[in-house]
C-alpha cells in the first residue's frame, strides 16, 4: 500500500509544479468529465483522501469546501497539512491486509480498512488520469504517469 | 497486489460491456490525449500488463500489433487470452514484495517485480480514467471507477 501512496503524491506534487505554470483561467475553468475543473480534481483527491483516512480511524470528518481553497496556493497547502496526518495513519499501516471492518458516515455500507486503502490509490490514479486528457486538450504535456523508472522518496525518511 | 489485478479486470470488463453499445466509429475514432482512441486504449492496457507479465518471467516478448485487433471482439478476446497467463502468474505471487530485479528487453533500466506489479495497476488505472473522460465528451455516464461497493470476484475461485 504504502509505495502507491509515495507514487501518488509525488505525482500529484508533479501536477502542482505543472499547474503552477498554466493561466489562472485554465486551472479553474470548466472541463468536461470528472469533477469538472483542473483545480476541483485536486482539491476532490485530497478531500477523499483525507476524509477516509479519518473516517476509518473513528475521527469525525471534517468537511473542506472548494469555495475555501479556489486558489492553486491554498490546495496546495491543503495538501501538505492533510499529507502530514495522513503520513502518521500509514506509519501504523504495516504491511498485510487490515480486514478490520469500518463505517463513516457518508457510506451505508462497511469496508474493510484495506478496501479502503485500494479505494484511494485508485481514485488518485483514476482522477489523474482525467487531468492526463485535460492537458492533452490545451496542447500540453501531461505529468508522466509511469511508475516504473521514478525515484520514490519514502515516507517515513524522517 | 492481487484484489488490484481483480479490481482492474472487473472495471476492464465493464467498459467491453460499455463499448459493445457504441457505434464502430466512436470506438476507433481519434481522441485527445492518453493513446489516441477507445480501442487502442483497452488494446494497449492489454499489451503492457501481458508483456510485463511475461517479461518478469524472463519470457520471450510476444509483441501484438494493434493492426491484428481493430474490432472490439478481437481486444477482448485478446484480453481474454492473455488474463489466463496472467492469472496463472498472479497464484503464485504470494502478499509480500518480490524484491527480484528483473530486466526486460524494451527498458534499459532494471526494476523490482514489485515496482513492476505497481507500475502494471496504476498503468490500467490511469488510462481507465482518459476513457472516462471521453465518454463524458460524447455525452455518456463512464463505467463506475469506485473500488469500494463492488464485489470483485476473486481470481482464484475455480
Not at 502530514?84 to 506509519?91: H, N, Y
Not at 485500494?118 to 489523474?128: K, V
Amino acid at each position: 500500500m504504502i509505495p502507491f501512496f509515495e507514487y501518488n503524491w509525488q505525482v500529484r506534487d508533479e501536477w502542482f509544479a505543472w499547474c503552477s505554470r498554466l493561466p489562472e483561467e485554465e486551472l479553474v475553468g470548466p472541463r468536461t468529465g470528472g469533477v469538472g475543473s483542473i483545480l476541483k480534481t485536486l482539491f476532490h483527491i485530497i478531500d477523499v483522501e483525507y476524509s477516509w483516512i479519518r473516517g476509518i480511524q473513528g475521527k469525525e470528518d471534517i468537511v473542506f469546501g472548494y469555495a475555501d481553497y479556489d486558489t492553486l496556493e491554498k490546495v496546495r497547502s491543503l495538501s501538505d497539512r492533510c499529507r502530514g496526518e495522513v503520513t502518521e495513519f500509514l506509519k501504523g499501516y504495516g504491511e498485510g491486509r487490515n480486514e478490520k471492518v469500518v463505517r463513516v458516515p457518508w457510506d451505508e455500507e462497511e469496508y474493510t480498512v484495506d478496501e479502503v486503502m485500494h479505494h484511494l490509490i485508485a481514485h488518485e490514479i483514476h482522477h489523474i488520469g482525467q487531468l492526463s486528457v485535460w492537458a492533452r486538450e490545451l496542447d500540453l504535456t501531461p505529468v508522466a504517469a509511469h511508475y516504473v523508472g521514478r525515484s520514490l522518496k519514502t515516507l517515513f525518511s524522517n
